[in-house]
C-alpha cells in the first residue's frame, strides 16, 4: 500500500469479503480496530509523559545541573533507552498517521454540511478539536526535538551541558510562552484523549469511573509539571537580570 | 403564534437544494411540531404549490420515522424526545426555525427533508438470526435472565432506530445505533450463540456503508431520543475484540 492509499481508502468494498474477518491482523481494517490503535498508542505516549516528567523533575535540584546532566548523560548512552527511543518514535508515528487518517476519513462522512449546527450544545470542544490540538502538539514535538533531542544526540564529541542547554531556552520569553500554549493545549488533548482511549477499549462501562479521576493526573498534573520547568528558568533568568 | 420557517427543499436525491423561507400565523403552542408542518402543507396544497416532503408514521416517539434538524439539532431543542414529541410551545413567539434533513454519506437525501436510511437496515440484516428452536411455547423463566441483565438489554431494545446519532455526530457515526443493536442479543442467553459472527458482520456492515469512526464526543447520547447510553459502545467494542482476539 502506497502512502496516498493509506490516507485514501475506499468506502466501498472494504469489507466486501466476510472471510478472515475474524483475523487478529484484519483488526487494522476496521473501524473499531483503527480506533483502537489510536488508543493504544496514545496510552503508550501517555507512558512516556509520566517517565519524561519524572526525570525532568532532576531540573530543579539545586545543584547546578550535575544531577540533571548525569541524568540526561545515562538517557543518551544507555543501550536499553535508545531501543526504547525507536519504539516511541514508532508509537509517536503510528499515533499521528493514524490519527491522520481517521480524521480524513471522517471529514468525508458527511459531504454536505449543516446550513445550521450547533454542536456545543451535545459535546465538549475539547472532544471536537483533537485534530487541532494534536496538529499543535507535534508543531511542537518538532521544536521541542530541534532544540534538545538534536544537539545532544548529533552534537559529535562536544555534548553541551543539557541543564545550560535547558536554562538559556526557557530565559527566552517566547520560547518558554510557546511551551507554555503548546503545553495547555497537549493538556487540553489528553482532556479527552486519555478517557476516550478506555471508552475505545471498551474499558469504560459508566459514564464516572475511575478512569476520568486518573485522566486528571494526564491531562492536568502532568502538563503543569512541564510548565513549572519553563517558568522556573524564566523566572531565574528574571531574578538574575533584577541582581 | 407567528413562525418564520426556513425549510431545505430538494427536488429529488441529484438535485441541488436549497433553504425556503415560509411565513406561518396562527400557530398554536399546543401542536407539534409536525402539525404545525402538516398546516404549512394544507396552505401550501390549497396554493397548488409542492408540499414539503417529511417522514412520519406513529407520532408518538416509537418508530422512528420522524427526524428533523431542528435549528442546529437533531430533533430540535429538546433532550430525550423525537421530533413528533416536540411541541411549539418549545419556541416563541415570531421565531426563525431552521429545518434540514439529516446529513450523511450513508443517508442520502430523498426529497425535502426524507433521507434514505435503508444502510441502517443493511446492518440489521447483516446481523443475521439468533438460534431458537421453534415449536411449543416454552414455560416461562425456563431460561433465567437476571433482571439488571434484563433492564440493560431492555435500554438498549429501546433504540427506533431514527438516525439521530448519525445526524448528530460530527463524523456521521452509526456506533451507537449498532452498539444498542449488537449489545440488545449479545446481553441475552438466546442471542450468545452467535455473539461473535453478528458483531463481526454488523461492524463490517456498518463499515462498507461509509459512516465515520467513532470519536467519543458524545453527542449521539445528548441527542438520542431513547437516550441510550454510550456504554453500550464501550460494550460494542469490548464484544468486537473479544470476537477478533
Known sequence: ?243 | MRITLKIWRQKDRNSEGRLVAYELSNVSPDMSFLEMLDMLNLGLARKGEDTVAFDHDCREGICGSCGLYINGRAHGPLGGVATCQLHMRSFRDGDTIVVEPWRARPFPVIKDLVVDRSTFDRIITAGGFISVRTGGAPDANTIPVPKPVAEEAFEAAACIGCGACVAACKNASAMLFVAAKVSQLALLPQGHAERKERVLKMVAQMDSEGFGYCSNTYACEAECPKQISVSYIARLNREYLRAKL
Open chain 1, 1 to 243: 500500500m502506497n502512502l496516498s492509499e493509506f490516507f485514501h481508502s475506499s468506502f466501498v468494498n472494504r469489507h466486501s469479503s466476510i472471510n478472515g474477518m475474524d483475523k487478529p491482523a484484519s483488526l487494522y481494517q476496521s473501524s473499531v480496530g483503527q480506533k483502537v490503535l489510536v488508543a493504544l498508542t496514545g496510552l503508550f505516549l501517555c507512558t512516556f509523559l509520566v517517565v519524561h516528567l519524572s526525570g525532568n523533575l532532576l531540573l530543579f535540584k539545586q545543584d547546578g545541573g550535575r544531577a540533571f546532566d548525569g541524568y540526561s548523560e545515562f538517557m543518551s548512552t544507555n543501550l536499553g533507552i535508545r531501543f526504547m527511543e525507536f519504539v516511541l518514535a514508532a508509537g509517536f508515528l503510528g499515533h499521528i498517521l493514524l490519527g491522520i487518517r481517521v480524521w480524513m476519513y471522517n471529514r468525508r462522512c458527511r459531504p454536505e454540511s449543516y446550513v445550521m449546527s450547533r454542536p456545543s450544545q451535545n459535546s465538549s470542544l475539547a472532544a471536537r478539536v483533537m485534530f487541532v490540538t494534536g496538529s499543535v502538539v507535534f508543531v511542537f514535538l518538532v521544536v521541542h526535538l530541534k532544540t534538545f533531542f538534536v544537539p545532544s544526540r548529533f552534537a559529535g564529541n562536544i555534548k553541551p551541558s543539557m541543564y545550560r542547554l535547558v536554562s538559556t531556552a526557557f530565559a527566552d520569553p517566547v520560547y518558554a510562552g510557546f511551551y507554555l500554549v503548546s503545553l495547555a493545549l497537549m493538556g487540553y488533548h489528553l482532556r479527552h484523549g486519555f478517557q476516550s482511549a478506555f471508552q475505545t477499549l471498551g474499558l469504560r462501562p459508566h459514564r464516572r469511573t475511575l478512569i476520568d479521576y486518573v485522566a486528571m493526573i494526564f491531562w492536568l498534573f502532568i502538563p503543569a509539571g512541564f510548565a513549572a520547568m519553563p517558568v522556573y528558568f524564566l523566572w531565574a533568568a528574571h531574578w538574575a537580570r533584577a541582581r
